[in-house]
């Protein structure tokens, strides 16, 4: 386990939201392709803020995720990082994937994000496996990863993230803007698929 951030980084990385949203599946992930191009997922969705992007995978059969985030890090420099909440809608309780550069490598940590005051690298609260990460072409950061999800799963809380910097191998706080505030939704793993409607019945033809 890591230890605690240091006090003037103990700010939340990822802040409460009380808005959710359910974001649209792209039908056509060529226009999401990713700058890497390493795996392809089934589904893909431009998330509503930071210029993020998601692609996944979702294996029903054992309970699996595999995920590509995308988005540009605040500033050279920084970091991105994708997260999801087993137990609420907000920062505490996130369970986190964070990537930056460190000594010219891509690297993947994990944070239990278990309370505003307590941001600790360690251990996620679920299975997680394959985290790598890379810069792309585009300026973007991509961050791939496996995770266990809950058996029978039909969504989950995410809560993605960008940040500045990296300070005594912390990340530094994010910003306080509306984008970084509204980066928190729904992920439906399962589509629901709406009733169709009957079909008229045949109209009979009088001939006359």
């Known amino acids: 386990m890591g230890s605690l951030f240091t006090p003037p980084l103990l700010l939340p990385l990822f802040c409460l939201c009380l808005t959710l949203f359910s974001p649209t599946h792209s039908t056509d992930c060529s226009s999401l392709k990713l700058s890497g ?3 392809q ?5 431009h998330l509503p803020t930071l210029n993020a992007t998601l692609h996944f995978t979702y294996n029903a059969t054992n309970s699996s995720l595999s995920i590509a985030f995308s988005a540009p890090p605040a500033k050279a420099g ?3 990082a994708w997260a999801v909440n087993p137990t609420g809608t907000g920062m505490a309780g ?3 994937l964070l990537a930056f550069k460190n000594n010219g490598s891509m690297v993947v940590k994990t944070y239990n994000i278990s309370s505003y005051s307590s941001i600790v690298e360690g251990k996620l609260s679920f299975d997680v496996w394959d985290l790598e990460a890379e810069a792309g072409s585009d300026g973007k950061m991509i961050l791939y990863g496996s995770l266990k999800v809950e058996e029978s799963a039909e969504k989950l809380n995410q809560v993605w993230q960008v940040g500045p910097g990296i300070a005594d191998g912390h990340p ?3 910003e306080f803007d509306k984008a970084n505030l509204g980066s928190v939704g729904e992920l439906q793993l399962v589509e629901k698929l709406t009733p ?3 079909s008229p019945s045949p109209q009979a033809f009088r001939v006359t």
């Open 37 to 39: 191009g390493k795996k």
């Open 41 to 45: 997922y089934s589904n893909c969705t």
């Open 78 to 80: 920084g970091w991105i």
């Open 196 to 198: 169709s409607s009957p």
């Open 94 to 96: 996130s369970q986190t």
């Open 172 to 174: 530094m706080k994010h």
